[in-house]
């Protein structure tokens, strides 16, 4: 098998200016560089630069494939969109020696969220392809306005990761539990395959997750924290929106209310009441038989569609019996190995269709005539022979 490597950034908040887009072409000559990413890909080598220290200087996204089982997705957010405290909840110290699954390096003015997998196993599918890097950045890059916007499901499921990587005891006690777990984004959801998150593990703690419908602001707290605004913060808000940065406007006041409702609510009131990895597990089991469950249906559903299909299929077929020896005949006149292969699919077809209108009979007779013009191709024959048409078989 040989190496692949898949190197993806975005740049979103600012373009690159086309210095800092030399400094990147100074590292590569085969990249795609614009004012908005860098994308290459490896089958020797490497990337010359450290892919942290790039989201740090000119970027707000990246994303890392390998096909020997590693993935990244690296997220860069102002500081203001979290507190430190907040982000502590979701990332614990990790067992001395042990490679953390999500994690979040602090610079001057960001946070950067690292959420990563690594297959020791080397038995996972999903990375021997060379198309698992591209497309990532698009269905993940959404995480990061969620984040914005103050959705705190992807720390959480960055949280769910450690578990998977056998980073979180039985005794620690799970951070808060954000509303929405049983109702993921689709970049959410993407992140949970993108990580191979244990389906089981997220129902599980899901459980505890209220709706987020239950949890929305009232507009009663919108309107209260409304009447709080000095004049001059409404101002700075429609400023933004003038001058078409209404993303920004929309995350910057979005914060500051996230903020009022956190201050406002007393300590255990905002989230359910916190669990231990140890009670979370106690619903694992539960939750993997549901699913088992769940997949047996649909895949029950699934076969009976198909054999509805099948059958429909065949009666049709079985009510144009004659046109088909017809064009059986005509397709063996070829007396090509490729005529031979689509006779025989034709005719094994037809002896399904037969055999379900109840007419067998009817086949054997057909296959006679046959016969009797082709009878003598020794290639034909002995594909029907092996195919045990002709011999009772069929």
């Known amino acids: ?102 994690g979040v390096h602090r ?38 306005d969620e984040l914005l916007r103050g959705d705190l499901r992807p720390l ?30 689709p970049a959410q959801a993407a992140l949970v395959e993108f990580l191979l998150i244990d389906p089981d593990w997220l129902s599980a703690a899901a459980v505890a997750s209220p709706n987020t419908e239950d949890s929305a602001d009232s507009d009663g ?30 995350r910057e006041l979005k914060g500051r209310f996230l903020a009022w409702q956190r201050s406002q609510q007393r ?16 619903g694992y089991d539960e939750a993997r038989t549901a699913r088992l469950d769940r997949e047996r249906r649909a895949a029950d559903a699934l076969a009976a569609r198909q054999r509805e299909e099948r059958e429909k299929y065949l009666r049709r077929l079985s009510e144009q019996a004659d046109e088909i020896w017809a064009s059986v005949d005509e397709t063996l006149q070829r007396g090509s190995g490729a005529a031979y292969d689509q006779a025989l699919h034709a005719v094994r077809e037809l002896a399904d269709a037969l055999a379900l209108a109840g007419r067998p009979a009817d086949f054997d007779l057909g296959l006679a005539r046959l016969q009797a ?6 290639a034909w024959v002995a594909r029907l022979d092996k195919a045990g048409i002709g011999r009772g078989e069929a």
């Open 107 to 144: 610079t001057a003015s960001h946070w950067i969220l690292d959420w990563c997998f690594h297959d020791d196993s080397g038995e996972l599918e999903r990375f021997w392809t060379e198309a698992d890097g591209p497309g990532w950045m698009t269905r993940l890059l959404p995480l990061r």
């Open 267 to 282: 300590p255990g009131q905002a989230y359910a009441e916190r669990r231990t990895l140890a009670r979370i597990a106690e």
């Open 221 to 250: 707290q919108a309107d209260a924290w409304l009447s709080l605004q000095s004049p001059e913060d409404m101002r700075k808000t429609l400023r933004l929106l003038l001058a078409g940065a209404g993303q920004q406007a929309e």
């Open 1 to 102: 098998m040989s190496e692949y490597q898949y190197y993806e950034f975005a740049a979103v908040d600012r373009p690159l200016t086309p210095q800092q887009q030399t400094e990147l072409r100074s590292h590569s000559s085969r990249a795609a560089i614009t004012a908005t990413g860098f994308i290459n890909e490896y089958h020797w080598g490497d990337l010359k630069g450290d892919p942290l220290a790039w989201v740090e200087r000119y970027f707000d996204a990246h994303v890392y494939s390998a096909n020997w089982g590693s993935c990244r997705l690296l997220l860069r957010l102002p500081r203001g969109t979290f507190d430190e405290a907040t982000l502590n909840g979701f990332t614990p110290p990790s067992p001395d020696g042990l490679d953390s699954a999500f």
């Open 156 to 185: 959480y499921l960055g949280w769910l990761a450690r578990v998977c990587n056998d980073e979180v005891d039985d005794t620690d006690v799970e951070p808060p539990v954000p509303p929405g777990l049983q109702s993921l984004t």
């Open 373 to 378: 013009s082709h009878g003598k191709r020794a």
